[in-house]
């Protein structure tokens, strides 16, 4: 498992919910602005990785 500290960033953006959204080669992460918590985070399948990322503040599209 990966630790998103240390990834390169490919997208972060402010999102609906006072939420950003911060995506790496390894995960989209959705965190409170707040609290700074993980409120939930989505890993592409065992042995593929994100390359390219872009998002609005109510959508993010991701690929490899």
């Known amino acids: 498992r990966h630790n998103a500290t240390f990834l390169q960033t490919l997208y972060c953006g402010n999102t609906v919910h006072d939420q950003y959204v911060q995506v790496t080669s390894s995960s ?23 390359s390219v990322a872009a998002g609005s503040p109510a959508q993010v599209r991701v690929d490899s």
């Open 28 to 50: 989209v992460r959705l965190v409170d602005c707040m609290t700074s918590q993980l409120v939930t985070e989505w890993r592409p399948p065992a042995g593929a990785t994100i």
